[in-house]
Every structure is written in structure tokens, then in C-alpha cells.
């Protein structure tokens, strides 16, 4: 225990309670990323003509614009998710600006999704490349007839951020198909060890695969998380578990489920409790891989988040996540960090796991959102050593990997993980200042550079806050019970920060 105490004091004093500045832990990419320049401007905008701040013209969110395209979509589309209708043309920058005029400081950016905000300058000049513009419209099928740039693009893109100690890739189109083909890689890197290495397949395994049978289908299985979210394709199915919704009315696979750790907060306060929540995690993850491998059922891989997004922005320790990489050594299943919603910068690092300190690099990570392309970084051994054996139509998308290789350029030059790191501190503390004045409404405020979250009283407040704030101009998004969650673009600043803050307190005052 005397490590995990150790370990759980580094988290307690640079994860929570200085909220965005972390220095420690990382390896090659914490130092490739690390900055040196002047800390960012308050008050000066990164995109210019940039709204100076919301403005809500209509007496309803969604406005009557939006609601009337909303009952037209209805008719051949289901909509019920549609929350308003985007000017695209007029958002720029944080603010997102809906088909009523309304101008909304957007700290929800498209589900995580936008790490430049919108319409960036830098983004849009890229289509003034007659080159860029054709790789938008030959969308080529990359897994058969990539183009001739494509290695290159795929160097100054991707590979110019991965993941310390993983240098193989493969790219997909989105998130889901991303986990759902790196599941696949983790298959076939296990059952090519069952067969100490054999390619060669058995005419029994040939035949027997396209009934669903063994030996062709060997009945493996994955170790998920309870709150954990994958992903809504079948097998990402299997491995989600934040809301029922998602999962009602499918079959699915009887895999292992272990409980992730339930932190209390504040993290000073709750040292040993939250040491026990890791110890019986990970007690619970031993017993379930060795539990499953007895019904004929072995575990290949251990699926986790480095903070559970859809699930309430759930975290754990470092030494959680390093404790969590042994047992996968132990018992033979690889470990998949979905970095889905973390990657890309929100955290202050390009990866959250650099967080963790780890002591080799994951077997693979996936990403998609704010990477602007899906897809995995995976050790050399996951590659299948066939073709056509993680492969679709597109694998990707070439003019997704053209906007993120400017976007790496924009991440440098204009120190946006510095930015990160700042607005994320100027966050913490006012929500820790807000808590403290409002504890009846918030509590457990948490995060990672900007990437933080705070709990409402219970979901009908949680609700009614992101209610009250969008008609004060701020998009906000809510998971699981009664969690809120920021997940602003990279270049949201602390001005941007400092209105977001002001409109919450008087949303609490007001509750």
C-alpha cells in the first residue's frame, strides 16, 4: 500500500487540486509537447472577429427557426437528440450561433470535437490548395489505392503525435469503428500466440469461422467497465455501460464487467477510501480474467478509458491505471486505452494516459473527436500478418488527416496545450470558489486541463443548470447521473473562462 499511497498523493496534488498543470509523469511526448513561450494573452482572442460574448435573442432555446426545422426533419428522420439547428456560416471561433441568431459560447464543441473551434481561419485556407481540394473530392478507398502523398501525410500528421513507444498505425473513419477494428487486432494478436506464431490457417478453422464456430470463432472475451462507452457498433456495445438506453433491445456477449473505482471528493479528504476503491478494482479485474478463462472464455484485452467520459467523468490514480497495466502482463490480455474523447490536447497533454507515468506504452490506443480522424496506435505484434484483415472501403478519410496536420501546426505555434493548461486552472478555481458558495447545487469538481467536470445536487438539477445556462448564451453538456462537463475547443481562453463562470454563479443564485 505504501506505493499506492504515494502514487495517489501525486494525483491528490496535481490532478485535482491544481486541476490543469500537470508537468509530471509522460515520457517522449510530455517533453515533445512541453512549452516555453510567454504565457497566453487574457484578454485577446486566438481566432479574430470572434464574438466578445454570448447574446440570446430568442425567449426559448430552441427558437421558433429551429423548432420548425426540427418538426420538418421529423417527418423522415428520427430527431428527438436534435437539440437546435447551427448557423455554420455565422459560428466562429467558441461561439456557435443557431439558425435564431442566438450567439452561444460553446463549451460542448459538437460532443468534444472541435479542437480549433469553428470556422478557423487556418482550416479554411486549406481549400485555397487546388491539391487539398481533391483529396476532398476523390475521397480515396486508402485501404486498396491511397494516394501518393499518403505516407507522408500520415508523418506530419498522426505520427508527428503518437503516443510514445507506438508507432504503427491504422486509421479509421470515427470513433466506434476505431475500437471496433483495434478489437479485432487484439484477437488475432492473441489466437497468433495460441498458435506460437503460425500464420497458416486449418482447413477445420476455415470452415468452421463462416458458420460462427469454433475452432474459426474462438469464444475470447474483452474486460470493460461499468459507466465505460466504447461505442454503439455491436462489439463497442459489449464494452459500454453508461446508459441503458444505448444498450436496450440488442444481444450482446456475456463478457467480464469490473467496477471502476468511485471516487470521493474532495480527493484530500477521502485519501484512504479512495485507495480501497482502487484495491478492490483491480481485485475485482484479476479474479474476473481468471473467473472467465475458466468458463472457456479467456480475456484477450482490458478495454478502459483514462477518464470515463459518457459515464460521469469518472477518474482514477495514476498508480490505478500503472497497477491496472500489470495484471494485463500477468495474465496475458492486452491493454486498450480509448482515448477517444481525451485525445488531442484536452487535458493539457496530447494523451491523457502521459498522464499516468506508465511504465511502457499501452498496446494500443484509439482516437477519433478532437484527432479529427479515428483509428489506433498499436505495437508492432498487433498488426495482423495477413491483409484484408482490419480493412474497410475507406479507413479513413485523407482530408481529415490534411486538417489535423494543420491543426498540430496551429496547436504549436500558437501554444494551445500552454492554453490549455492556464484557462484550466482559471476553471478550477472559480468552480472550487462556486462549490464552496453553492454546495446545495455542486459538488466533486474534477478535471484535467480543461477537460473537468462538476456534479449537480441530482440529475433534475444538473438539467435544469445546463437549461438555465444555454438561455444565458452557454452551451454546456451533462453524463452520467447528474454530472456537467466542459469540453471546450483548445483555443478557449480565460476570458472565455471568466464569462462561463460569471453566467454559473448566476445560475446557482438563481436556482
Same mark, same amino acid.
Given at each position: 500500500?505504501?506505493?499506492?499511497?504515494?502514487?495517489?498523493?501525486?494525483?491528490?496534488?496535481?490532478?485535482?487540486?491544481?486541476?490543469?498543470?500537470?508537468?509530471?509523469?509522460?515520457?517522449?511526448?510530455?517533453?515533445?509537447?512541453?512549452?516555453?513561450?510567454?504565457?497566453?494573452?487574457?484578454?485577446?482572442?486566438?481566432? @479574430?472577429?470572434?464574438?466578445?460574448?454570448?447574446?440570446?435573442?430568442?425567449?426559448?432555446?430552441?427558437?421558433?427557426?429551429?423548432?420548425?426545422?426540427?418538426?420538418?426533419?421529423?417527418?423522415?428522420?428520427?430527431?428527438?437528440?436534435?437539440?437546435?439547428?447551427?448557423?455554420?456560416?455565422?459560428?466562429?471561433?467558441?461561439?456557435?450561433?443557431?439558425?435564431?441568431?442566438?450567439?452561444?459560447?460553446?463549451?460542448?464543441?459538437?460532443?468534444? +470535437?472541435?479542437?480549433?473551434?469553428? +470556422?478557423?481561419?487556418?482550416?479554411?485556407?486549406?481549400?485555397?490548395?487546388?491539391?487539398?481540394?481533391?483529396?476532398?473530392?476523390?475521397? @480515396?478507398?486508402?485501404?486498396?489505392?491511397?494516394?501518393?502523398?499518403?505516407?507522408?501525410?500520415?508523418?506530419?500528421?498522426?505520427?508527428?503525435?503518437?503516443?510514445?513507444?507506438?508507432?504503427?498505425?491504422?486509421?479509421?473513419?470515427?470513433? +466506434?469503428?476505431?475500437?471496433?477494428?483495434?478489437?479485432?487486432?487484439?484477437?488475432?494478436?492473441?489466437?497468433?500466440?495460441?498458435?506460437?506464431?503460425?500464420?497458416?490457417?486449418?482447413?477445420?478453422?476455415?470452415? +468452421?469461422?463462416?458458420?460462427?464456430?469454433?475452432?474459426?470463432? @474462438?469464444?475470447?472475451?474483452?474486460?470493460?467497465?461499468?459507466?465505460?462507452?466504447?461505442?454503439?457498433?455491436?462489439?463497442?456495445?459489449?464494452?459500454?455501460?453508461?446508459?441503458?438506453?444505448?444498450?436496450?433491445?440488442? @444481444?450482446?456477449?456475456?463478457?467480464?464487467?469490473?467496477?471502476?473505482?468511485?471516487?470521493?471528493?474532495?480527493?484530500?479528504?477521502?485519501?484512504?477510501?479512495?485507495?480501497?476503491?482502487?484495491?478492490?478494482?483491480?481485485?475485482?479485474?484479476?479474479?474476473?480474467?481468471?473467473?472467465?478463462?475458466?468458463?472457456?472464455?479467456?480475456?484477450?484485452?482490458?478495454?478502459?478509458?483514462?477518464?470515463?467520459?459518457?459515464?460521469?467523468?469518472?477518474?482514477?490514480?495514476?498508480?490505478?491505471?500503472?497497477?491496472?497495466?500489470?495484471?494485463?502482463?500477468?495474465?496475458?490480455?492486452?491493454?486498450?486505452?480509448?482515448?477517444?474523447?481525451?485525445?488531442?490536447?484536452?487535458?493539457?497533454?496530447?494523451?491523457?494516459?502521459?498522464?499516468?507515468?506508465?511504465?511502457?506504452?499501452?498496446?494500443?490506443?484509439?482516437?477519433?473527436?478532437?484527432?479529427?480522424?479515428?483509428?489506433?496506435?498499436?505495437?508492432?505484434?498487433?498488426?495482423?500478418?495477413?491483409?484484408?484483415?482490419?480493412?474497410?472501403?475507406?479507413?479513413?478519410?485523407?482530408?481529415?488527416?490534411?486538417?489535423?496536420?494543420?491543426?498540430?501546426?496551429?496547436?504549436?505555434?500558437?501554444?494551445?496545450?500552454?492554453?490549455?493548461?492556464?484557462?484550466?486552472?482559471?476553471?478550477?478555481?472559480?468552480?472550487?470558489?462556486?462549490?464552496?458558495?453553492?454546495?446545495?447545487?455542486?459538488?466533486?469538481?474534477?478535471?484535467?486541463?480543461?477537460?473537468?467536470?462538476?456534479?449537480?445536487?441530482?440529475?433534475?438539477?444538473?438539467?435544469?443548470?445546463?437549461?438555465?445556462?444555454?438561455?444565458?448564451?452557454?452551451?454546456?453538456?451533462?453524463?452520467?447521473?447528474?454530472?456537467?462537463?466542459?469540453?471546450?475547443?483548445?483555443?478557449?481562453?480565460?476570458?472565455?473562462?471568466?464569462?462561463?463562470?460569471?453566467?454559473?454563479?448566476?445560475?446557482?443564485?438563481?436556482?
Amino acid at each position: 500500500m505504501r506505493v499506492l499511497s504515494r502514487n495517489l498523493v501525486w494525483h491528490l496534488k496535481n490532478h485535482v487540486l491544481r486541476g490543469a498543470v500537470l508537468a509530471g509523469g509522460g515520457g517522449g511526448g510530455s517533453v515533445r509537447w512541453q512549452q516555453t513561450a510567454p504565457r497566453v494573452a487574457t484578454g485577446r482572442s486566438l481566432v @479574430p472577429n470572434e464574438p466578445e460574448g454570448p447574446k440570446v435573442v430568442t425567449s426559448s432555446i430552441p427558437g421558433p427557426v429551429s423548432q420548425q426545422k426540427l418538426q420538418e426533419l421529423a417527418q423522415f428522420q428520427e430527431s428527438r437528440a436534435v437539440q437546435l439547428f447551427v448557423d455554420y456560416e455565422r459560428s466562429l471561433g467558441n461561439y456557435l450561433v443557431d439558425v435564431d441568431g442566438n450567439t452561444l459560447l460553446d463549451i460542448f464543441t459538437q460532443i468534444s +470535437s472541435l479542437p480549433l473551434g469553428y +470556422s478557423h481561419p487556418d482550416l479554411l485556407n486549406l481549400l485555397n490548395d487546388p491539391m487539398n481540394i481533391k483529396a476532398f473530392i476523390n475521397r @480515396p478507398a486508402l485501404g486498396s489505392f491511397p494516394g501518393t502523398d499518403w505516407p507522408e501525410r500520415l508523418q506530419n500528421s498522426l505520427l508527428q503525435v503518437a503516443p510514445t513507444g507506438l508507432q504503427h498505425l491504422c486509421t479509421m473513419a470515427c470513433g +466506434s469503428c476505431s475500437n471496433e477494428n483495434a478489437y479485432k487486432a487484439i484477437y488475432i494478436w492473441y489466437r497468433t500466440k495460441e498458435r506460437g506464431g503460425e500464420i497458416n490457417f486449418t482447413q477445420e478453422e476455415l470452415e +468452421s469461422c463462416m458458420i460462427n464456430q469454433a475452432p474459426g470463432c @474462438p469464444s475470447y472475451s474483452l474486460l470493460s467497465f461499468t459507466g465505460a462507452f466504447h461505442g454503439r457498433t455491436m462489439g463497442c456495445l459489449a464494452t459500454t455501460h453508461s446508459k441503458a438506453i444505448h444498450k436496450m433491445d440488442i @444481444p450482446s456477449m456475456d463478457w467480464p464487467i469490473a467496477q471502476f473505482p468511485q471516487y470521493k471528493y474532495p480527493l484530500e479528504e477521502h485519501v484512504r477510501e479512495n485507495q480501497e476503491e482502487d484495491r478492490k478494482s483491480l481485485e475485482e479485474v484479476e479474479d474476473l480474467i481468471h473467473k472467465y478463462k475458466s468458463m472457456g472464455k479467456p480475456v484477450a484485452g482490458i478495454v478502459v478509458e483514462p477518464i470515463q467520459s459518457e459515464g460521469g467523468d469518472n477518474h482514477a490514480s495514476p498508480e490505478f491505471f500503472q497497477k491496472l497495466q500489470q495484471i494485463g502482463k500477468r495474465t496475458g490480455a492486452a491493454l486498450l486505452i480509448d482515448e477517444v474523447q481525451t485525445g488531442g490536447g484536452p487535458t493539457g497533454k496530447i494523451w491523457c494516459h502521459e498522464h499516468f507515468d506508465l511504465p511502457e506504452a499501452p498496446d494500443i490506443v484509439t482516437f477519433s473527436k478532437k484527432m479529427m480522424t479515428g483509428g489506433y496506435f498499436c505495437k508492432e505484434e498487433f498488426r495482423p500478418p495477413q491483409g484484408y484483415r482490419i480493412y474497410n472501403t475507406w479507413m479513413g478519410d485523407p482530408s481529415k488527416v490534411i486538417m489535423l496536420e494543420e491543426v498540430i501546426r496551429v496547436i504549436n505555434r500558437d501554444h494551445l496545450l500552454e492554453n490549455v493548461m492556464e484557462t484550466g486552472e482559471v476553471l478550477m478555481k472559480g468552480l472550487r470558489e462556486l462549490q464552496q458558495q453553492f454546495p446545495q447545487h455542486i459538488s466533486a469538481v474534477r478535471g484535467r486541463g480543461t477537460f473537468i467536470a462538476f456534479n449537480g445536487s441530482e440529475s433534475a438539477k444538473r438539467d435544469k443548470i445546463i437549461g438555465k445556462l444555454k438561455m444565458l448564451g452557454i452551451i454546456q453538456g451533462g453524463c452520467g447521473e447528474s454530472t456537467l462537463r466542459l469540453r471546450p475547443a483548445l483555443i478557449f481562453q480565460p476570458h472565455h473562462a471568466h464569462i462561463f463562470l460569471e453566467r454559473l454563479e448566476t445560475v446557482l443564485s438563481e436556482i
